[in-house]
């Protein structure tokens, strides 16, 4: 089964930083991969897909980059929404389906 | 607008049984696959189970699989979780979650979410 690994697990940063979070496949998976943002008692949400795509609706100030095995989330200019914990997820393997990193908190420094 | 409305869940003892639903509306339910995907109490997320769309393709986490079986009624527009055997380790929020696609391709991305239902197997 493909594993999914990002770094850190957790960040403070402060509003109108940028950050950066890192997910690395334990092998190839292409550009199958996507971002999600979680906050405690809501539902998930989908921010990024396919590696760099952005989801309908989603801030511009957020990015994604990468291939193969390791990937980027950026985040510009952080808003106070942004707090929350953050997942990438490969949908590459057909039969560990879908796999998420163990996400990455950030929090308010 | 896209809404998926989960329940079912509730407080159950190890080995017991629970079926979770999932009522969909604001889309075309029959032309997209389903997940469940669930978080442990302090955990990250987990993905449980998928269907496409016709219910021609199902898939299960090596975790519940051989417990858990998922169906669907596109006529209902429903998606069901029947949890079988039940332990601790299965406690957890069960989101019901849309997939992008049908599953002709396979898998493609979860781009919708349901507020979630608590699983709680405890004695």
């Known amino acids: 089964d493909i594993q999914m690994t990002q770094s850190p697990s957790s960040l403070s940063a402060s509003v109108g930083d940028r950050v950066t979070i890192t997910c690395r496949a334990s092998?190839?998976?292409?550009?199958?991969l996507n971002w999600y943002q979680h906050k405690p008692g809501k539902a998930p949400q989908l921010l990024i897909y396919?590696?760099?795509t952005l989801q309908s609706g989603v801030p511009s100030r957020f990015s994604g980059s990468g291939s193969g095995t390791d990937f980027t989330l950026t985040i510009n200019s952080l808003q106070p929404e942004d707090f929350a914990t953050y997942y990438c997820?490969?949908?590459?393997?057909?039969?560990?389906?879908?796999?998420f990193g163990q996400g990455t908190k950030l929090e308010i420094k | 607008e896209v809404q998926l409305v989960e329940s079912g869940g509730g407080l159950v003892q190890p080995g017991g049984s629970l079926r979770l639903s999932c009522a969909a509306s604001?889309?075309?339910?029959?032309?997209?696959?389903m997940n469940w995907v669930r978080q442990a109490p302090g955990k990250g997320l987990e993905w449980v189970s998928y269907?496409?769309?016709?219910?021609?393709?199902?898939y299960y986490a090596d975790s519940v699989k051989g417990r858990f079986t998922l169906s669907r009624d596109n006529a209902k527009e429903s998606l069901y979780l029947l949890m079988n055997s039940l332990r601790a380790e299965d406690t957890a929020v069960y989101y019901c979650?849309?997939?992008?696609?049908?599953?002709?391709?396979?898998?493609?991305?979860?781009?919708?979410w349901g507020q979630g239902t608590l699983v709680t197997v405890s004695s």
């Open positions: 604001g889309f075309s339910f029959s032309s997209h696959g």
């Open positions: 269907i496409s769309n016709s219910s021609r393709t199902i």
């Open positions: 396919s590696a760099s």
């Open positions: 997820q490969q949908s590459y393997d057909t039969f560990s389906v879908y796999t």
């Open positions: 092998e190839s998976i292409r550009r199958y």
């Open positions: 979650a849309r997939d992008a696609g049908s599953g002709i391709f396979g898998v493609e991305r979860i781009d919708f």
